[in-house]
């Protein structure tokens, strides 16, 4: 959540950047009124609270030299009334001053480009020049049907559109990635590896952003009251949910490999064939904590981390800084890093690196003691490194041959016995 003091004391300030991410000044200035609202109930019930205490002093002095006191317990009575009141309204506004501010997103960084959608986002660099070859290049779906590594319709018999099944080799390059993503997370990134729960209660995806503005968004167990994570950045951040961390010990940088699960309500139309939009995914996530004098140099950190990996594959991809109005509603600042489909002809998102400044510790309550002494709230920092579907989409077709088989990257061999291709009769 944002601060309520930013709305409390900087209101105009505020609400001129949440207009940048299309936010209109109704819900800050809903907030701002219901915490108007409540200050002023908590004012009042204190003063009679206070004036109870007195009150009950003077009626025992009184009831002691044997005075009528009846008036003034009546009167006191009364006080009790209205403080019950108070309290109950409290209440209310209370909920709903925090069920405001959690449809409120972050405040952008100042430095970001303006835009609403997509087409503000500001492209930072590109890695790598693709060519065009002089022969046809198959889509992922045509070659990964020669080379047998997906079956589309059976995952729609199993489950439903958005399920594929990958077979054969393709299952074994899907798990060579995985690994190799957590080998250099934790080999030479200073990541620690974490295997947490596939499933989160309603508090862990509240901490993170997730509930309650995206909830048609995702799986619900509603019997246990359970949710299927839509990504490893919501049990891996929630693992510090309530805790106070030191500042000798930031960053804290956590990885994990973990399924996601996203229902994308309102998806349709967008790209879905094949593997560009599915509903089950593998997915690597890096985490980190850190100290806010730190988190946006941090967030380039992470960005190379996650670039890291695909300069590994040797694939062609470029870096974007996020407008506004396209961050996602956690963010404060965001770059996407995509790689080049050559088949599609399109850019395809594998991974969005994002700092969340405190916005996700506040709701958290994830704090450290720094080295002055006082407790403070962390900054936490996410990125993919990165989403399985669209990595396996652009390799499938930057690293296709003439012949329609694949050069699996130097990288990937040991995790595959030294396979060097990948080929319909799966012998390369």
């Known amino acids: ?33 219901l915490d108007a609202r409540r200050r002023a109930l908590l004012g009042e019930t204190e003063n009679l609270k206070a004036k109870r205490n007195a009150a009950s002093k003077q009626i025992g002095i009184v009831a002691k030299q044997g005075g009528d006191i009846a008036a003034a317990k009546e009167e006191m009575r009364k006080v009790g009334d209205r403080i019950a009141e108070i309290d109950r309204e409290l209440a209310t506004v209370e909920h709903d001053l ?64 958005g399920f594929p099944v990958i077979l054969g080799q393709g299952a074994k390059l899907q798990r060579a990635l995985i690994q190799y993503m957590l080998d250099v997370h934790c080999r030479t990134q200073g ?24 909830a048609e968004d995702l799986y619900h167990c509603q019997i246990d009251d359970f949710w299927l994570i839509p990504t490893a950045e919501v049990p891996v951040t929630n693992f510090y949910r309530d805790d106070i961390l030191q500042a000798k010990d930031l960053p804290v940088k956590l990885t994990a490999y973990t399924p996601c699960f996203r229902r994308e309500a309102g998806s349709a139309g967008k790209m879905t064939r094949g593997m560009l939009r599915v509903h089950q995914f593998d997915k690597v996530e ?82 450290f003691k720094d080295t002055d002494g006082k407790t403070k709230l962390v900054h936490t920092l996410n990125g993919s490194g990165v989403a399985l579907p669209r990595l396996m989409v652009a390799m499938l077709e930057q690293h296709q041959l003439e012949d329609g088989s694949i050069e699996i990257p130097e990288v990937l061999r040991p995790y595959m016995n030294g396979q060097e291709r990948l080929t319909s009769d799966g012998q390369a």
């Open 98 to 161: 925090r069920e405001t501010l959690l449809m409120i997103p972050n405040l952008p960084a100042p430095e970001i480009p303006d835009g609403l959608d997509s087409s503000g986002n500001k492209v930072v660099r590109t890695v790598g020049e693709w060519k065009d070859p002089s022969y046809r290049i198959m889509d992922h779906i045509e070659v990964g049907e020669k080379l047998g590594i997906f079956d589309f319709p059976r995952g729609v018999k199993l489950t439903g559109t």
């Open 191 to 214: 990541y620690t590896e974490m295997l947490p729960p596939f499933v989160v209660n309603s508090d862990s995806m509240t901490g993170t952003g997730q509930l309650p503005k995206f």
């Open 286 to 367: 890096m985490v980190n904590f850190v100290h806010p004098d730190t988190s946006f140099d941090q967030l380039e950190t992470l960005v190379g981390e996650a670039e890291a990996i695909l300069k590994g594959l040797g694939l062609c991809y470029r870096v974007l800084m996020l407008c506004a109005g396209d961050m996602g509603f956690s963010a404060a600042k965001c770059y996407d890093l995509e790689l080049w489909a050559p088949a599609e002809k399109q850019w395809l998102e594998v991974s969005s690196c994002s700092c969340f400044t405190d916005y996700q510790a506040r709701r958290l309550n994830c704090r």
């Open 1 to 33: 959540m944002i601060d309520i003091k930013k709305l409390r004391d900087n209101f105009e300030e505020t609400a001129k950047a949440l207009a940048r991410r299309g936010v209109g000044p109704e819900k800050p200035a809903a907030a701002r009124d």
